[in-house]
Nanobody, 123 residues
Framework: QVQLAESGGGSVQTGGSLRLSCLVSGYSSSTLIGWFRQVAGKGREAVAGIHLRTGSTYAADSVKGRFTISRDNDMNTIYLQMNSLKPEDTATYSC?????????????????WGRGTRVTVSS
């Protein structure tokens, strides 16, 4: 069973940066890790994804050029570097593991989820 734990959230001003980390255990090389965010009262939004074996990365249009997803060499920590943050990036960010394939940005393809970490961007 895959387990995930996020860290690195916090409060920053507009234009600032944060790096989120997702510690993963129990994964296989075919796992795809995704970052999602959610604002209270709204559904989850896919932010970025990375395939652990191939290193292929994906990003939502809303964050392209500002957010970068990466992994460490041991593939057990996934990072989300967030630059040029905007107030609309304020949300709870969660990482999740997709072990069965399918589109990276579809929430229903992810079976395992972390508890999330809060990001607040003030203007």
């Amino acid at each position: 069973q895959v387990q995930l734990a996020e860290s690195g959230g916090g409060s920053v001003q507009t234009g600032g940066s944060l790096r989120l980390s997702c510690l993963v255990s129990g994964y296989s090389s075919s796992t795809l890790i995704g970052w999602f965010r959610q604002v209270a009262g709204k559904g989850r939004e896919a932010v970025a994804g990375i395939h652990l074996r191939t290193g292929s990365t994906y990003a939502a249009d809303s964050v392209k050029g500002r957010f970068t997803i990466s992994r460490d060499n041991d593939m057990n920590t996934i990072y989300l570097q967030m630059n040029s943050l905007k107030p609309e990036d304020t949300a709870t960010y969660s990482c999740a593991a997709n072990t069965d394939g399918g589109y990276w940005d579809r929430e229903y393809n992810y079976r395992y989820w972390g508890r999330g970490t809060r990001v607040t961007v003030s203007s």
